[in-house]
């Protein structure tokens, strides 16, 4: 996305100054908290678009992982991740994995709101510390 600043110079003709913007990553959604972060690995899983979701480590922003929700109930989301063909639940304490028909925990977690301020979080979406 192009956006382009007026700048008056002294002496001179108006100039346009034209930089690119990055898009922010979608992290509200309208059908509840769309962010969650893993406490026990320092990761965040957030909803990018609709029913996609990835995993990006906190420290560097990359992705890891990407998701698709499956199921969202009020106690928690299912997402499966195609390449690895997990299916994973995200409760409001913790992180869960089917493994040979049962659920088992994987990392302790929350959900969290979108920051108000997107220009105070790292490249993950999560809060910068001061």
Same mark, same amino acid.
């Given at each position: &996305?192009?956006?382009?600043? !007026?700048?008056? +110079?002294?002496?001179?003709? /108006?100039?346009?100054?034209?930089? !690119? +913007?990055?898009? #922010?990553? =979608?992290?509200?959604?309208?059908?509840? @908290?769309?962010?969650?972060?893993?406490?026990?690995?320092?990761? *965040?899983?957030?909803?990018?678009r609709?029913? +996609?979701?990835?995993?990006?480590?906190?420290? *560097? %922003?990359?992705?890891?992982?990407?998701?698709?929700?499956? #199921?969202?109930?009020? /106690?928690?989301?299912?997402?499966? /991740? @195609?390449? =690895?063909?997990?299916? +994973? =639940?995200?409760?409001?304490?913790? &992180?869960?994995?089917?493994? %040979? %028909?049962?659920w088992?925990?994987v $990392?302790?977690?929350?959900?969290e709101? $979108?920051?108000?301020? @997107?220009s105070k979080?790292?490249?993950s %979406?999560?809060?910068?510390?001061?």
């Amino acid at each position: &996305m192009l956006c382009s600043n !007026r700048a008056g +110079v002294q002496g001179s003709d /108006d100039l346009w100054i034209t930089h !690119r +913007v990055r898009k #922010q990553p =979608r992290t509200t959604g309208r059908n509840g @908290p769309s962010r969650w972060l893993n406490e026990t690995y320092n990761f *965040t899983v957030r909803r990018v678009r609709d029913k +996609v979701w990835e995993e990006a480590e906190n420290k *560097t %922003g990359r992705v890891t992982w990407r998701y698709t929700e499956t #199921q969202r109930t009020k /106690d928690y989301t299912e997402l499966f /991740d @195609p390449k =690895r063909k997990y299916e +994973v =639940r995200l409760r409001a304490d913790r &992180m869960e994995l089917k493994k %040979g %028909g049962k659920w088992i925990w994987v $990392a302790k977690g929350h959900w969290e709101a $979108a920051p108000k301020n @997107p220009s105070k979080t790292n490249s993950s %979406g999560v809060r910068k510390k001061n």
